[in-house]
């Protein structure tokens, strides 16, 4: 992966520097003043309500305040943030780095002239984009991109059907009149009719496309009109991962054989499955991994087919894992055809091969095609998680949380079970969802915010600064919560 030129010249940190906060300023530990939410979250929610719905907000954020891993809310209240905006931050809150950015009066006119990247670019724009691709790139030479995750989602399903029909039409045939005047009325053989195989429990996102390869809560979805698309079932394992090998290599099988037969019957259908979408490690559905053999076989059933693998790395992309790119831990064959992000790279793209490329102008088009505000953020935080050695860090910590869970999750096996993920990646279940809303709220009464996924199971979802002394206090934390439970 281009990633390892960034960790080869890295910062090797000592232990001191390890044990020290690498952001400056941090409080040492959370400090809850108030109820929760306090008077002034609640103040502030009755003005925001008068305008729009606001089930969602918990509290309001002092962001001059927020600091490293700590989020300060609008009451004074200070939490150790394990949860990071649902796995937005990447180096932390108010970095000293990312502070001096704007600064620089060019990249301060970089971001107020907001400029309709795909059609007037800024002369600095080509070398940035060159800049990201040498850096990330996940073996992948091109790179679109987009203002969030679930956009880049729906527009690399463009990138996929277009590339599907050309490779059906012929390379240098073009388009009949017939499609022409068909396609603008949503009919085929202009509009096609074409697929994505997605998986249960999935989320990729809530525009009309990508919420057709969502699969997790009803509340997405509910009331809104979708595509029949195939859906098939995500292997589902059953944990500690080493004593039940065979029932999960078996859950493996049962899975993969679903995903070719759907193929198979959409084909004949005259539905044909122009791509498959899934993510590394299923976030929002439960923390759902599977292993390097299931995607490994997923890649060659896709390439089989004429099918392409779109890897949704929107959660799992940035490090947090304790690799860059969360798939490098699956060793494929060939890198995937689109590779999706967003989230701690702070905007949202895809990396794609050059068969995916339109050969025509503005067919995957919007008014921003990204931000360059966002660009020069995220370009600062490659150098940081270089300089910091941050992947590292993530590995190190991981290690610490997860082998302290899997001791949590024997002490308190009436609660808790089914410790799961790679670095600091990690989610484990509560015995119902009683269990798990409990845990969720007392951790938050203690400072210490996480988050649910799928049915039953909590998250973590730490900034790439979260370091062992934070570990500690999480764990004593939830300890804590656990024994009073």
């Given at each position: 992966m281009?990633?390892?030129?960034?960790?080869?010249?890295?910062?090797?940190?000592?232990?001191?520097?390890?044990?020290?906060?690498?952001?400056?300023?941090?409080?040492?530990?959370?400090?809850?003043?108030?109820?929760?939410?306090?008077?002034?979250?609640?103040?502030?929610?009755?003005?925001?309500?008068?305008?729009?719905?606001?089930?969602?907000?918990?509290?309001?954020?002092?962001y001059d305040k927020s600091i490293g891993n700590y989020f300060v809310d609008a009451d004074g209240n200070i939490f150790l943030d394990a949860f990071c905006q649902i796995s937005c931050v990447s180096v932390g809150y108010n970095h000293p780095e990312l502070l001096k950015v704007f600064n620089d009066e060019h990249n301060m006119k970089c971001m107020i002239n907001r400029p309709a990247l795909a059609v007037f670019p800024g002369i600095t724009w080509p070398k940035r984009i060159q800049n990201l691709l040498s850096q990330i790139s996940p073996c992948l030479p091109n790179m679109t991109l987009m203002m969030c995750g679930t956009c880049s989602n729906e527009n690399a399903f463009k990138n996929i059907f277009i590339a599907y029909q050309r490779k059906k039409r012929g390379e240098n045939v073009d388009f009949s009149e017939e499609e022409k005047k068909t396609c603008v009325l949503n009919k085929p053989p202009g509009s096609p009719n074409l697929s994505i195989l997605s998986f249960l429990n999935a989320f990729h996102g809530r525009t009309m496309a990508s919420l057709a390869t969502t699969h997790s809560k009803y509340i997405q979805k509910i009331d809104l009109?979708?595509?029949?698309?195939?859906?098939?079932?995500?292997?589902?394992?059953?944990?500690?991962?080493?004593?039940?090998?065979?029932?999960?290599?078996?859950?493996?099988?049962?899975?993969?054989?679903?995903?070719?037969?759907?193929?198979?019957?959409?084909?004949?259908?005259?539905?044909?499955?122009?791509?498959?979408?899934?993510?590394?490690?299923?976030?929002?559905?439960?923390?759902?991994?599977?292993?390097?053999?299931?995607?490994?076989?997923?890649?060659?059933?896709?390439?089989?087919?004429?099918?392409?693998?779109?890897?949704?790395?929107?959660?799992?992309?940035?490090?947090?894992?304790?690799?860059?790119?969360?798939?490098?831990?699956?060793?494929?064959?060939?890198?995937?055809?689109?590779?999706?992000?967003?989230?701690?790279?702070?905007?949202?793209g895809y990396f794609h091969t050059l068969e995916l490329t339109p050969k025509l102008p503005s067919r995957v088009f919007n008014t921003w095609m990204g931000d360059p505000g966002k660009v020069i953020l995220l370009e600062n935080i490659i150098r940081i998680i270089g300089e910091q050695n941050l992947l590292e860090v993530v590995q190190n910590t991981g290690k610490k949380l997860k082998c302290n869970l899997h001791d949590f999750e024997k002490e308190f096996c009436h609660l808790i079970d089914s410790v799961r993920g790679p670095g600091t990646f990690l989610a484990f279940n509560a015995k119902s969802v009683k269990i798990r809303d409990q845990i969720i709220r007392n951790m938050k009464c203690k400072g210490v915010m996480c988050g649910g996924c799928g049915i039953q199971g909590v998250r973590l979802r730490p900034a790439l600064i979260f370091q062992e002394h934070h570990a500690d206090i999480f764990l004593a934390k939830l300890r804590e919560v656990l024994m009073e439970l």
């Open positions: 281009m990633w390892s030129r960034i960790i080869k010249n890295s910062i090797t940190l000592g232990q001191t520097r390890i044990a020290s906060s690498l952001v400056p300023g941090e409080p040492e530990c959370p400090d809850i003043k108030t109820d929760l939410p306090g008077p002034e979250s609640k103040k502030l929610r009755k003005e925001l309500g008068a305008m729009q719905e606001t089930g969602s907000v918990e509290v309001f954020g002092d009109p979708s595509l029949n698309w195939p859906i098939a079932h995500f292997p589902m394992y059953k944990y500690p991962l080493e004593e039940n090998k065979r029932e999960n290599d078996e859950e493996d099988q049962k899975c993969l054989a679903e995903v070719e037969d759907l193929i198979e019957q959409y084909d004949k259908c005259g539905v044909p499955v122009a791509g498959i979408i899934v993510e590394p490690i299923q976030s929002e559905g439960g923390n759902n991994e599977a292993s390097p053999h299931f995607f490994q076989e997923l890649q060659k059933t896709a390439k089989r087919h004429g099918a392409y693998l779109l890897l949704d790395e929107v959660q799992t992309g940035g490090g947090g894992t304790g690799r860059f790119w969360c798939h490098e831990y699956f060793d494929l064959e060939t890198p995937p055809d689109l590779v999706t992000f967003s989230k701690k790279m702070q905007l949202g």
